[in-house]
């Protein structure tokens, strides 16, 4: 479809006398009214006119369109159409490309964007609220990518801080409970609330913690050595979770890394006549876009010790200078929105213009619904457990439904169902929207979930498999056949098409708004069109022309379901 929409703004280009793109194009609220709608609210300024008036006049003067695009006017919007013979042939034509993947293009061929995501703390568990950021992120780097930006994911490890300091001194006092292995993060974890416990009744403690973090930020070699345990265990136990999400970042670069970059930073605010010393710290007073003050940005305790803020107002410049990005999204929690805003209002300040390539996207919170989360694993809701109890109850749903599964294949498709549960439900809600988990409406196969999305994709290989069993394909691939595509002409199957046609536009769209959800959305009306296809038109029929040409329709809505629920992050099992 991206093809018949660059048709028509290359058209509209040259009526409305300036650039137009694909992005210009709305898509009609009612099929029925066409494919694409071009609104003209906007022009109503420039040409003096009501929009309905103009939209009459664009429709008239757009009178060389190529054949099989149909305009008219309707209100306020031009509307267009694809004719149904252009449709099915084009665009099976592309869908069936096995050179080509759908809707990609070439690599690099893009703005660079840095998406930053995950940023979980060290020494800590990830947690399942983790996952928002996670797959957030990855999903919109793996589209990205897939729509030819220079895309490059940023993980900024939490690793700096006065914890840190507690944490060396929690380890001295309990670290011989180890007799010699090495710490796991649930051990870190368990040193650190007891060193809360211990401190209550010795406040020394607190002296000593901040005396341990003062040796670490001077470079003292034992502690630094300490720390540097403490990261790596904790850096080895998420890049488990990592790999079985399948999320691969191009830099792990901790907040730590920033600390040398701080002085000449905090040497040129000062310079700009920025910094105030405000309650023993140093500070950007600043306002917001209305001119009202908010609280101002802390950069710097008296005795030379960073913050959380000063460290991000460094990665900002370092990621500026090393990427001269187009773009920067911080994939983080809505309780940082105050945060980001003092980042990018000082950075404003201090004339790094561009911080207006910069945005926060933020996270709603999960909520646990129904509560049937099992607690005998303790601490459930780290992101393991949760996905552990999703896989056991993945596995009842699968041996409930289908008894011919190999038990050995049973482990790895509760595995993949599991996961695609979790990430679709997590990833089809809006970023911005709290997550209700409801395990047992997470898993079901019948509402608008991973499983059935999954399901899905694994009807249509079926569909295929059976067609290959009975001789009609040769292989699990259906060729392009010109003539037969033409016999596609009943509403549902050119709906079907339309619908895969649009993946692109959904692609681009779930980019500009950075929303995830926007992609999963369309995947549910991707399964929707294919259900109504499936049940009115019968695949394997009497023609054996027009059986290909709807094969080809199955083919066709697995490729957009496979590489949609990929970029997703969701695998698509064989079967299950
Ligand atoms: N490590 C932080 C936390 O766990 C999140 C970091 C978000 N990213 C950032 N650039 N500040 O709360």
Redesign the pocket.
């Given at each position: 479809m991206e093809r018949f929409a660059q048709e028509i703004a290359q058209h509209l280009s040259v009526v409305l006398g300036r650039p137009c793109t694909p992005s210009d194009l709305d898509l009609p609220p009612d099929p029925t009214m066409g494919d694409f709608a071009f609104p003209c609210f906007r022009l109503s300024k420039e040409r003096r006119k009501a929009p309905p008036a103009i939209a009459k006049e664009i429709a008239v003067e757009l009178t060389n369109l190529p054949a099989g695009i149909e305009v008219e006017s309707a209100g306020p919007y031009v509307n267009f159409r694809i004719a149904g013979d252009r449709l099915a042939q084009e665009l099976l034509k592309d869908l069936l490309d096995p050179e080509r993947a759908y809707a990609k293009l070439p690599a690099d061929s893009r703005s660079t964007w840095i998406i930053?995501a995950s940023?979980?703390?060290v020494a800590k568990h990830l947690q399942i609220y983790?996952l928002r950021?996670t797959a957030h992120g990855a999903a919109l780097h793996r589209i990205a990518k897939y729509r030819g930006f220079r895309a490059i994911l940023i993980n900024?490890?939490?690793d700096w801080g006065t914890q840190y300091g507690k944490l060396a001194v929690a380890f001295d006092m309990f670290g011989s409970e180890l007799a010699g292995r090495r710490p796991t993060v649930s051990d870190l974890v368990d040193f650190y609330v007891r060193f809360h416990q211990e401190e209550e009744k010795n406040p020394a403690l607190a002296d000593q913690a901040r005396e341990a973090f003062r040796k670490l930020e001077a470079g003292d070699p034992e502690i630094r050595k300490l720390w540097e345990e403490f990261r790596e265990t904790s850096i080895r136990e998420f890049q488990k979770s990592y790999e079985k999400l399948d999320v691969h970042f191009d830099e792990i670069r901790g907040?730590s890394a920033y600390i040398p970059d701080v002085p000449p930073l905090m040497e040129d605010l000062r310079k700009k006549g920025l910094l105030v010393l405000s309650e023993g710290a140093w500070v950007v007073p600043v306002a917001d876009l209305a001119g009202k003050d908010i609280p101002p940005c802390i950069l710097q305790k008296q005795d030379g010790a960073t913050l959380?803020a000063t460290?991000?107002y460094a990665?900002a410049i370092y990621r500026f200078h090393r990427y001269a990005f187009h773009r920067m999204s911080?994939i983080?929690?809505a309780e940082?929105k105050l945060?980001?805003e003092q980042?990018f209002l000082v950075l404003k300040k201090a004339g790094h213009d561009w911080v207006d390539r910069c945005e926060h996207i933020p996270l709603g919170l999960y909520r646990f619904r129904g509560a049937k989360m099992s607690t005998r694993k303790g601490n459930f809701t780290t992101l393991e457990a949760v996905l552990a109890e999703a896989k056991e109850r993945a596995h009842e749903v699968i041996q409930k439904r289908e008894h011919s599964i190999p038990p050995e294949e049973l482990d790895a498709i509760a595995e993949a169902v599991s996961l695609g549960a979790v990430l679709f439900h997590d990833l089809s809600t809006d970023p911005s929207k709290d997550v209700e988990f409801d395990l047992d409406r997470v898993v079901d196969f019948d509402g608008e979930t991973g499983p059935y999305l999954q399901y899905a994709h694994t009807r249509c290989l079926s569909i295929l498999r059976k067609a290959q069993d009975s001789g009609i394909l040769k292989e699990l691939q259906v060729p392009f056949h010109s003539e037969s595509a033409k016999l596609l002409q009943a509403p549902q199957e050119l709906a079907l098409l339309k619908t895969l046609g649009h993946f692109s536009l959904h692609l681009e769209r779930t980019l500009q708004y950075s929303k995830a959800s926007h992609l999963s959305s369309y995947l549910i009306d991707v399964v929707r069109a294919f259900n109504i296809f499936y049940r009115e038109c019968r695949v394997l029929s009497d023609s054996e022309d027009l059986s290909r040409a709807r094969l080809g329709c199955v083919q066709a809505t697995r490729t957009i379901l496979k590489t949609g629920l990929s970029l997703l992050g969701i695998p698509t099992p064989n079967r299950m």
């Amino acid at each position: 479809m991206e093809r018949f929409a660059q048709e028509i703004a290359q058209h509209l280009s040259v009526v409305l006398g300036r650039p137009c793109t694909p992005s210009d194009l709305d898509l009609p609220p009612d099929p029925t009214m066409g494919d694409f709608a071009f609104p003209c609210f906007r022009l109503s300024k420039e040409r003096r006119k009501a929009p309905p008036a103009i939209a009459k006049e664009i429709a008239v003067e757009l009178t060389n369109l190529p054949a099989g695009i149909e305009v008219e006017s309707a209100g306020p919007y031009v509307n267009f159409r694809i004719a149904g013979d252009r449709l099915a042939q084009e665009l099976l034509k592309d869908l069936l490309d096995p050179e080509r993947a759908y809707a990609k293009l070439p690599a690099d061929s893009r703005s660079t964007w840095i998406i930053e995501a995950s940023s979980p703390n060290v020494a800590k568990h990830l947690q399942i609220y983790h996952l928002r950021s996670t797959a957030h992120g990855a999903a919109l780097h793996r589209i990205a990518k897939y729509r030819g930006f220079r895309a490059i994911l940023i993980n900024h490890l939490g690793d700096w801080g006065t914890q840190y300091g507690k944490l060396a001194v929690a380890f001295d006092m309990f670290g011989s409970e180890l007799a010699g292995r090495r710490p796991t993060v649930s051990d870190l974890v368990d040193f650190y609330v007891r060193f809360h416990q211990e401190e209550e009744k010795n406040p020394a403690l607190a002296d000593q913690a901040r005396e341990a973090f003062r040796k670490l930020e001077a470079g003292d070699p034992e502690i630094r050595k300490l720390w540097e345990e403490f990261r790596e265990t904790s850096i080895r136990e998420f890049q488990k979770s990592y790999e079985k999400l399948d999320v691969h970042f191009d830099e792990i670069r901790g907040e730590s890394a920033y600390i040398p970059d701080v002085p000449p930073l905090m040497e040129d605010l000062r310079k700009k006549g920025l910094l105030v010393l405000s309650e023993g710290a140093w500070v950007v007073p600043v306002a917001d876009l209305a001119g009202k003050d908010i609280p101002p940005c802390i950069l710097q305790k008296q005795d030379g010790a960073t913050l959380y803020a000063t460290r991000d107002y460094a990665a900002a410049i370092y990621r500026f200078h090393r990427y001269a990005f187009h773009r920067m999204s911080y994939i983080v929690g809505a309780e940082q929105k105050l945060h980001f805003e003092q980042l990018f209002l000082v950075l404003k300040k201090a004339g790094h213009d561009w911080v207006d390539r910069c945005e926060h996207i933020p996270l709603g919170l999960y909520r646990f619904r129904g509560a049937k989360m099992s607690t005998r694993k303790g601490n459930f809701t780290t992101l393991e457990a949760v996905l552990a109890e999703a896989k056991e109850r993945a596995h009842e749903v699968i041996q409930k439904r289908e008894h011919s599964i190999p038990p050995e294949e049973l482990d790895a498709i509760a595995e993949a169902v599991s996961l695609g549960a979790v990430l679709f439900h997590d990833l089809s809600t809006d970023p911005s929207k709290d997550v209700e988990f409801d395990l047992d409406r997470v898993v079901d196969f019948d509402g608008e979930t991973g499983p059935y999305l999954q399901y899905a994709h694994t009807r249509c290989l079926s569909i295929l498999r059976k067609a290959q069993d009975s001789g009609i394909l040769k292989e699990l691939q259906v060729p392009f056949h010109s003539e037969s595509a033409k016999l596609l002409q009943a509403p549902q199957e050119l709906a079907l098409l339309k619908t895969l046609g649009h993946f692109s536009l959904h692609l681009e769209r779930t980019l500009q708004y950075s929303k995830a959800s926007h992609l999963s959305s369309y995947l549910i009306d991707v399964v929707r069109a294919f259900n109504i296809f499936y049940r009115e038109c019968r695949v394997l029929s009497d023609s054996e022309d027009l059986s290909r040409a709807r094969l080809g329709c199955v083919q066709a809505t697995r490729t957009i379901l496979k590489t949609g629920l990929s970029l997703l992050g969701i695998p698509t099992p064989n079967r299950m």
